[in-house]
């Protein structure tokens, strides 16, 4: 494959610090962990949201979730991307993707609730459905104590977090509520492994389908791999119909193994007849929604998601 140069620049650059580490299949998920944080430190920071940032717990399934708010500059109150990391629900957390909502508070002059959902092993499927759920409803529900404008919500994320938030589409759709956008960058929707891209991109950069299967193995739990993998709430795109969902903004990556099924996501979407916007980032792989600060293929696809935002938040 061929990738861009920046990019390419980039890769080779943490292929060469990291060549004497084990392959993340053979990392314990705290070691994985680590290096997901280490990783986002090189990518670099973001820019300070003009009205803060602030740290706290809301209710969830459990007890309590712990998020983080990014406001805008100026009175509330504020239209609202309720955001789930990525990390293959077993790694990433509040500071992996700091930046990334960081610059999206920035651009789309909105507020940012990420939510640090639980992960696998501990909690395996479906906690992090269970936890974003519940975030959803709080923001719909009591959003508007802390400035938000409940009236103007998306939901967002990237890989796995573009699971979860493809799955509240669904979820918000059967519940009433209104949401403006799902938001999903190079999201896994479809578990079943039947698209060219996991054999064309098998080996990555950035995510390979090794990996992918560490990911999952955790995260299925104690349930049967084929029982949750058929499950919509992991595999978004069996769910009964798509009718009636958020419209969406979907971005896919030629060099992601993730790739086909975002890509069919796209297309059931928009034969359900949900408004859709969908960018396929050419030489870029995985990750890239990270890599703002190192190559101008992060830069575009940030835009294009506060563009989004935007659009939709009017």
């Known amino acids: 494959m061929t990738l861009q140069p920046d990019t390419q620049a980039f890769i080779e650059m943490v292929e060469a610090a990291n060549a004497d580490a084990p392959p993340r299949s053979e990392q314990s998920p705290e070691d994985a962990r680590n290096g997901y944080q280490a990783l986002a430190h090189i990518l670099g920071p973001g ?3 003009g009205g803060g940032i602030e740290d706290f717990q809301i209710p969830g399934p459990t007890g309590q979730t712990p998020v983080r708010i990014y406001r805008p500059q100026g009175e509330g109150p504020h239209p609202t991307l309720t955001f789930f990391h990525g990390g293959g ?13 960081r610059l999206l508070c920035e651009k789309a002059n909105c507020l940012v609730l990420a939510v640090d959902y639980r992960l696998a092993p501990e909690a395996p499927f479906p906690a992090a459905v269970e936890d974003a759920w519940s975030a959803v409803q709080w923001v719909v529900d009591h959003g508007a104590e802390i400035g938000i404008d409940t009236t103007r919500v998306a939901v ?7 699971n979860l938030a493809a799955v509240m589409a669904l979820m918000a759709r059967d519940a009433g509520i209104d949401l403006r956008l799902q938001m999903l960058v190079y999201p896994a929707t479809d578990a079943s492994k039947q698209y060219d891209s996991f054999v064309e991109n098998k080996d ?25 993998r058929g ?5 978004p795109a069996l769910a009964a119909s798509h009718a009636g969902v958020a ?30 916007h969908h960018s396929t980032f050419e030489g870029e792989p995985h990750v890239l929604f990270q890599m703002f600060n190192v190559c101008d293929g992060a830069k575009t696809l940030i835009e294009e998601c506060a563009a989004a935002l935007t659009a939709a938040f009017k």
Request: proline content about 6%.
């Open 204 to 228: 990555g950069p950035l995510l390979t389908v090794e990996v992918i299967d560490w990911f999952w193995s955790h995260y299925v739990g104690h349930r049967t791999a084929d029982e949750t």
């Open 89 to 101: 629900f077993v790694v990433g957390d509040l500071e992996t993707h700091d930046k990334e909502c």
């Open 231 to 235: 499950d919509w709430r992991f595999s």
């Open 47 to 49: 820019p300070e949201p």
């Open 247 to 276: 419209s969406a903004y979907v971005a896919t990556c030629s060099a992601d193994p993730l790739r086909d099924e975002g890509n069919a996501y796209a297309e059931l979407l928009a034969a359900a007849n949900v408004p859709v």
């Open 156 to 162: 967002g994320g990237d890989s796995a977090g573009g």
